[in-house]
């Protein structure tokens, strides 16, 4: 019927055979188009076949002025695409009555043809940084270039990506986000240079000149009560990128070197925070699952490019970050040259670092610790200190080791309480600090006893070994409290112990007058006579087994001891007395009981 308008709706032959079961699949429609006019260019993509035209002949219509003036006018597809004329051309056959072309390969599918499929018939397209890439992309492939036609669409889509995504933040990293779709033509065609020069632009912005919204979603942070914007305002929307556009980006801020490293380091914690598991969740996969497998690989490539992007400069991240990756190597079974960088780096600023930032799963037993790990993480902290220092430093480094050694410490009194945990390894890690590390040995205290409380099956040299490493004359009076009253220690452990809290009492008052060389005897025959004592209760009550008569020789020796430390305090204050001191005199009974005299 020439000459009658009506809507005509094109849909592909796969939308026609589900339309009662999809009707999404009518997306796109052309108007003032003949109904009877028949389809002469199929296009197959994939599993679509597109009933088109090459040329489209319509006879004049009321709703233009312009095409009352002609006689005919055209929206030939052909004419906007170089690719169909060529492919057309050659296939030309008079007894085929529609052109079959096959176009698998387009960049971007069925969707970035269909874009540029609908500019050719004189349809309205919306564009966004969203498709950009896709329909540039597929507009380059068929040749819509202004060689072919005039105002044709890659100059429109360059005109657009220059005046419109190029020029706004979020814009930028969409469109870089959609080239890893189309990588080889997005690279070819500069998409990706481009965007990452102008993200890379925008970040090297003061923030007081930065007008552009971004994400910022920190916990505590308004943007209504902050009117500054934040330092790392970009870190962000920077982390919803790929890993290879995100590396690119990372590398050309530091080489521009206007971005403090703390800064990078944040970005790098962003970004890790996003695509790496937390460590205190995840499970490694089962080997048999080929899709956990795969999400495994990607993380560890992750991990290894964060590594790899740590500034060199100390401080630029935190002790607490290092410590979350190398638990994360680990989980993902990273090289080993990324854990060894990890130790290395965490070393240095073990300081940091809280406990629970140490306990590392052991890779054999997930229920148990991986002492060895923590072992190496501190020797690299030793290490620094090895070397001569200025005294400013070397205060430094006393407080810093004090620091890490509470650290250790506790750490100590956590893996104390898991039954895998060998004495050798738990002595071992406790020694390795130095002793000026431990200035009082309290935490020490706790945590062998909590060893001793939770591993009651120790032999008495165990228990020696590991009481050997307290010094008594470190411990508060609240620890040296608990550790007369404490059944758990050894013997000699406990005499120690008393000895130093009557040196104390005895301390208490002013000695200077005090005749030492008497008072030195004293405590040589004491010491001797309490030898024997304890040699003699280690080999009558000190067994493995918990019978019932050598825990009462074991109190009998205590009670001895104890006797005898309190006859030292008897001598020691009348000693006292003789040079014109008056002193309150505590003594004790056979059996321990303190009373003043």
């Given amino acids: ?90 296939s030309e056959d008079p007894a085929v009555e529609a052109t079959p072309v096959a176009l698998h390969d ?132 920077v982390s919803e990128l790929d890993l290879e556009h995100f590396r690119t980006i990372i590398s050309a801020i530091r080489s521009a070197k206007e971005i403090p490293p703390p800064l990078v380091g944040e970005a790098l914690h ?45 401080g630029s991240v935190s002790g607490s970050f290092l410590l979350r990756l190398l638990r994360i190597a680990t989980l993902v079974g990273a090289s080993p040259s990324a854990k060894a960088e990890l130790v290395r780096r965490s070393g240095r600023q073990l300081h940091e670092a809280r406990v629970k930032d140490l306990l590392f799963p052991s890779p054999s037993n997930p229920k148990s610790y991986d002492i060895d790990l923590v072992e190496a993480i501190l020797e690299n902290f030793l290490a620094q200190f090895r070397r001569h220092a200025p005294r400013a430093d070397a205060e430094r480094a006393v407080i810093s080791m004090r620091t890490v050694a509470h650290a250790i410490d506790s750490y100590l009194q956590v893996v104390a309480k898991c039954a895998s945990t060998p004495v050798s390894r738990f002595v071992d890690l406790a020694e390795a600090l130095p002793e000026v590390a431990r200035p009082e040995h309290d935490d020490l205290y706790r945590a062998i006893d909590t060893y001793l409380k939770e591993h009651p099956e120790l032999s008495k040299e165990e228990k020696k070994q590991l009481c050997r490493m307290i ?53 040589g025959g004491v010491h001797e006579h309490a030898k024997y004592i304890l040699e003699d209760a280690e080999h009558n009550g000190e067994t493995k087994s918990a019978e019932p008569k050598g825990r009462r020789e074991k109190a009998t020796a205590l009670g001895r001891a104890r006797s005898m430390v309190g006859r030292m305090g008897r001598s020691r204050s009348g000693a006292e007395g003789r040079t014109g001191r008056e002193e309150v005199e505590i003594t004790e009974d056979g059996l321990g009981n303190r009373f003043k005299a």
């Fill in 1 to 90: 019927m020439p000459g009658r308008w009506i809507l005509m709706t094109l849909v592909t032959e796969e939308a026609n055979k589900s339309r009662s079961k999809n009707e999404e699949h009518l997306n796109w429609s052309v108007q003032c188009v003949l109904s009877d006019v028949p389809s002469d260019l199929v296009i197959h993509i994939n599993n679509i076949r597109y009933r088109l035209h090459k040329t489209i002949e319509i006879a004049a219509s009321p709703l233009s002025a312009i095409r009352r003036e002609r006689k005919k006018d055209h929206f030939p597809l052909l004419l906007k695409c170089g690719l169909l004329q060529r492919l057309c051309s050659d």
């Fill in 106 to 237: 387009i960049p971007g599918g069925e969707e970035a043809f269909e874009l540029c499929a609908k500019f050719s018939y004189g349809i309205t397209i919306s564009l966004s940084a969203h498709n950009f890439v896709p329909a540039i992309c597929a507009a380059k492939f068929l040749r819509m270039t202004e060689a072919v036609s005039k105002g044709n669409f890659v100059m429109k889509l360059e005109a657009f990506f220059e005046t419109c995504i190029l020029q706004g933040w979020k814009d930028s990293i969409v469109a870089l986000q959609s080239t890893r779709k189309i990588v080889g033509w997005s690279e070819n065609l500069g998409i990706v240079h481009r965007c990452v020069e102008t993200i890379v632009d925008k970040i090297l912005t003061h923030p007081s000149k930065v007008s552009w919204s971004y994400t910022y979603t920190r916990p505590g942070y308004s943007g209504k009560q902050h009117r500054s914007v934040p330092r790392d305002w970009w870190t962000e929307d």
């Fill in 270 to 314: 962003v970004y890790a925070c996003k695509h790496l598991p937390d460590p205190s969740e995840a499970q490694k996969p089962e080997s048999s699952d080929p899709t956990a497998e795969e999400a495994l690989a990607g993380q560890r490539r992750v991990l290894e490019s964060i590594v790899s992007m740590i500034p060199i400069d100390h």
């Fill in 471 to 523: 010094d008594c004359r470190k411990l508060s009076a609240e620890a040296r409290a608990h550790a007369i009253r404490n059944d758990r220690l050894p013997l000699r452990t406990i005499v120690q112990v008393l000895f130093v809290e009557q040196e104390r009492a005895a301390g208490a008052g002013d000695r200077q007058d005090s005749p030492r060389h008497e008072e030195n005897n004293l405590q």
